[in-house]
């Protein structure tokens, strides 16, 4: 079984900074890609931004400059930096791994991120 949990949302002013981090456990023993999505009340979950294996990064063009996404040392874990937020970054951004090719995509629960004044 594979799980994942998300912390580090919560609520921070326009402009601000939050890190959120995505704990991957259980019977897991490779990684094809990691990311992180997000959704906003009343609308569909987007890509945030992924990472693969080998280190290629994808990024939604709404946070690009401003998300950086990385993957620990331990590569059970990954991270999104978040900078410059703004009201719009409102959502619940959920974690997810495809372990390969072929595999299904795991999702965590989610985590809280509100932008405002």
């Known amino acids: 079984q594979v799980q994942l949990v998300e912390s580090g949302g919560g609520l921070v002013q326009p402009g601000g900074s939050l890190r959120l981090s995505c704990a991957v456990s259980g019977s897991i023993f490779s990684f094809y890609d990691m990311g992180w999505y997000r959704q906003a009340p009343g609308k569909q979950r987007e890509l945030v931004a992924t990472i693969t294996s080998g280190g290629t990064i994808n990024y939604a063009d709404s946070v690009q400059g401003r998300f950086t996404i990385s993957r620990g040392n331990a590569k059970n874990t990954v991270y999104l930096q978040m900078n410059s937020l703004n009201p719009e970054d409102t959502a619940v951004y959920y974690c997810?791994?495809?372990?390969?090719?072929?595999?299904?995509?795991?999702w965590g629960q989610g985590t809280q991120v509100t932008v405002s004044s």
């Open positions: 997810n791994v495809k372990p390969t090719t072929i595999s299904p995509r795991y």
